[in-house]
């Protein structure tokens, strides 16, 4: 008997998607009274549950406290009836520089390698050129680079592995242990935050959840093995950020001269602070100072360390000795 195919993982809802996804739906509601709470969850893309845990949110949402101020939603019978939503009963429309945007970032998307999707793409483009008329020509003279630093190879291997649930062999650098690492991977997704590609998966090095930074994958190899992830993991909430600090990390502050200042480029900091000579005062999370120890040596007196005060102490007492073994 063939097993049934593994059910596509998706990452946790945020109130952001939540609330597009509410905006969206009243005025299809409203154009739509009495339509059949099946066929509405069917055509909204979403199951009857979370249908009904919405309606329940609107119920409680309108531009004031009053009863008569908040949107009205009945669907006890099967059918669906939202009334009291006129400020908000017309469909959501595109400015002029809100369709531009959108035309940019559709052309950057159909340039990644490996997307299934530039059908798609391109009759939305379609649409959107001829919606906007000459305004569209604006958007031709805008040029997004979002595969910076990443093979177009790579990238396409591992959107492939993601779609055919095949495990991934990385050898990965490790910033925090200046260190490059061998690891099998079952990915669960690729993804483009802040211009940079990540790949997300089950690490079975780490026994948990992890987020590569592509441009750090050395190498990335698509194995002939079933990568499903175990049931229990969980795709992280991206909009955090793509580094999320755990509680008892240590908040490291550095100050770098110029020549130091890809520090801030390149690993995950939390501030940066630019002086009129060009010189950064940025700071950072790590749980473990060993490797930042070795970052500052590494800049050669142009990167100090200005607390916490232990840290610094560690870092001057470290080149003491080195020096100190050379002598």
Known sequence: ???????????????????????????????????????????????????????????LCGYGQMPDELIDAQWENGRVFVTNADTIARPLRLGRDEALTLMVGLRALASVPGLGERDAIERAMAKLEEATGASAEAAARVEVAINEGVEADLLADARRAVEGHRRVHLRYLVPSRDE????????????????????????????????????????????????????????????????????????????????????????????VETGPDGSQTVTLRTADTLWLRRLVWRLGGRGVVLSPPEVATSVRQGAEDALAAYE
């Open 1 to 59: 008997m063939t097993p049934p195919a593994p059910k596509a993982r998706t990452a946790p809802e945020t109130a952001t998607d939540r609330l597009a996804r509410l905006l969206t739906m009243v005025p299809w509601l409203v154009n739509r009274q009495g339509i059949d709470l099946d066929e509405a969850a069917r055509e909204l893309g979403i199951s009857v549950d979370q249908l009904e845990t919405d309606l329940r949110l609107l119920y």
């Open 180 to 271: 490059a690492t061998e690891r099998d991977v079952d990915p669960m997704r690729v993804v483009n935050l802040d211009s940079r590609w990540y790949l997300e998966g089950w690490c079975h090095l780490a026994q948990d959840t992890r987020t590569f930074r592509m441009d750090r994958i050395a190498a990335l190899e698509v194995l002939d093995m079933d990568g499903t992830p175990p049931a229990d993991a969980q795709l992280r909430d991206l909009d955090l950020g793509a580094f999320t600090p755990r509680p008892d990390d240590t908040a490291v502050t550095l100050r770098l001269q110029p020549g130091a200042t890809w520090v801030s480029d390149y690993y995950p900091v939390d501030s």
